[in-house]
């Protein structure tokens, strides 16, 4: 099962992450290094990289469909996690960062990890049809769910896209620019984009282990909201919403699927993580999602697609 395998060899950086930083070989600051490589070399590099290799003028009618249906599935996904995060906390603080991890899954380093690995035909693809999903993290997720109202700092109007000018998006537009007008680079600057990007899944697999290292397990694991929002984030919300698609026969591409399902089946995101710790803010129920959901995504994930798999051909 080359799914399996492929999840095997992203969890077994998760597991040397988190060893790594339980047993306190590596710096403190080793997350926020790593996590810096990640946002300013590694994913920009994968993005560049992929879009040089794969945009072409024909690609280009194809972006503005994969966004419109990516925006279309979160328009039912949002107001299904608002109402679900209900049964995960009580506690308004705790309730939005719930209801942020239902929203968002991992997309994006989860998401780019495995879509890299295990399907790398349509990475392209899969980098267009979460645009949408950028934006709406940006623009409402991110300021109206994990930035405590009483820091007083949450963004507003044209300031919410601020975010959105960042290496990745820059990455994206000069892969695109770079791959529409046949440009070939030199071989060895093409050889420092690749090998770049290939080490994006690895390190974003290890920040993963390192930030959950630093929670005390025994005590986060004893909440139950830790898993009823990974059970609805990995199991019933690609269930179900993939299940109707499939259903009413909707007529999407076998591509578009695999996004929907890269997107739907991620485990809860690291943001809940690093958003709320830059304001002080307690966060060891969200490192406890983040570790429970990606635990279990080791198993759901490559049975998820197993499955799906069989019906989209």
């Not at 024909?58 to 599935?73: D, H, N, Q």
């Not at 109202?149 to 975010?163: D, I, M, Q, V």
């Not at 710790?277 to 198993?299: N, P, Q, R």
């Amino acid at each position: 099962m080359p799914t399996l395998d492929r999840m095997v060899f992203l969890f077994a950086f998760i597991l040397i992450g988190y060893l790594l930083g339980k047993l306190k070989l590596i710096p403190d600051n080793s997350a926020q290094v790593l996590s810096k490589l990640e946002n300013y070399l590694f994913i920009p590099a994968l993005v560049m990289g992929s879009f040089i290799s794969n945009f072409t003028v024909s690609k280009l009618s194809e972006a503005g469909t994969l966004i419109l249906i990516c925006l279309a599935v979160e328009a039912f996904v949002l107001p299904t996690a608002i109402l679900c995060a209900k049964l995960c906390a009580k506690d308004k603080y705790q309730r939005g960062i719930y209801t942020y991890g239902l929203c968002f899954s991992n997309f994006g380093f989860m998401g780019n990890a495995v879509v890299a690995a295990v399907f790398p035909d349509i990475f392209m693809e899969y980098l267009v049809f979460v645009i949408g999903l950028w934006v709406v993290l940006y623009v409402w997720g991110v300021p109206s769910l994990l930035i405590p109202k009483e820091a007083g700092s949450a963004p507003k109007g044209f300031a919410r896209l601020k975010p959105l000018l960042n290496p990745m998006f820059i990455s994206m537009i000069i892969g695109m620019l770079i791959g529409l007008s046949g440009l070939t680079l030199p071989s060895s600057v093409d050889s420092v984009i690749k090998v770049s990007g290939d080490c994006m899944s690895p390190v974003a697999m290890l920040l993963t282990g390192i930030t959950v290292s630093k929670i005390d397990l025994v005590q986060t694991l004893k909440k139950k909201g830790l898993y009823i929002a990974s059970a609805l984030r990995l199991i019933v919300f690609p269930v179900v919403f993939m299940g109707l698609i499939l259903l009413l026969k909707i007529p999407f591409s076998k591509t578009v699927l695999i996004c929907l399902m890269c997107s739907l089946a991620m485990p809860l995101g690291l943001n809940t993580v690093v958003v709320p710790g830059a304001y002080g803010k307690d966060t060891s129920e969200a490192a406890g999602m983040a570790l429970v959901s990606h635990t279990l995504s080791v198993i759901t994930i490559p049975l998820l697609f197993s499955f799906f798999l069989q019906f989209i051909g």
